[in-house]
């Protein structure tokens, strides 16, 4: 069972490049507390999943850096605060790489959490999600692997309701 999800723009500040005066638009997105996940076996029923929201962040600027889109706004540039858009907030296991923590200390992590655009239930979504993990110089440490084990705070809470009138079942 799989459900995809919409990200929403719950922040944006517009800031300027003291290097190169280039514009540039700093958001954060933030994952919905529910997830809605269908029974491929039983389409009419669906249930949702109480999860804890997440946030990622991601920078778009005013004029493309890409070499095919020179002088067009980053697709990420557009977006406003309310704006919903296909992805998810990612976490997976990577090489492992040096990290300076909150208290100034170094230390060495093995996971990284992303933000990735697109649809998870498309066939491809895995190849977004190693091409986004790439493109922020991370390299998955087990392509296999989808997450790394998370340790809930409280068991979710969930309910089996009718595709057609939303009442449970």
């Not at 999860?51 to 095919?68: K, L, Q």
């Not at 990284?112 to 977004?128: C, I, L, Q, R, Y």
């Not at 296999?144 to 068991?155: D, I, T």
Request: aromatic share 8%; proline share 7%.
């Amino acid at each position: 069972m799989a459900g995809s999800i919409n990200l929403k723009i719950v922040e944006r500040q517009e800031c300027v490049s003291k290097h190169n005066g280039q514009k540039y638009a700093l958001l954060r997105l933030r994952t919905p507390q529910s997830k809605t996940i269908v029974d491929p076996e039983k389409p009419k029923n669906f249930k949702r999943i109480m999860t804890e929201a997440r946030d990622g962040y991601v920078i778009g600027f005013e004029e493309s850096n890409s070499p095919t889109r020179k002088g067009q706004p980053d697709y990420v540039w557009n977006l406003q605060e309310g704006d919903l858009v296909p992805g998810d907030v990612v976490t997976r296991f990577v090489q492992e790489y040096i990290i300076l923590d909150e208290a100034g200390q170094i230390r060495i992590s093995n996971t990284a959490t992303v933000v990735v655009f697109g649809n998870s239930d498309e066939p491809d979504w895995e190849e977004m999600v190693r091409t986004a993990f790439f493109a922020h110089g991370f390299v998955l440490a087990n392509p296999n692997v989808r997450k790394p084990p998370v340790v809930e705070k409280s068991a979710p809470s969930y309910e089996f309701l009718d595709a057609d009138s939303g009442l449970p079942l």
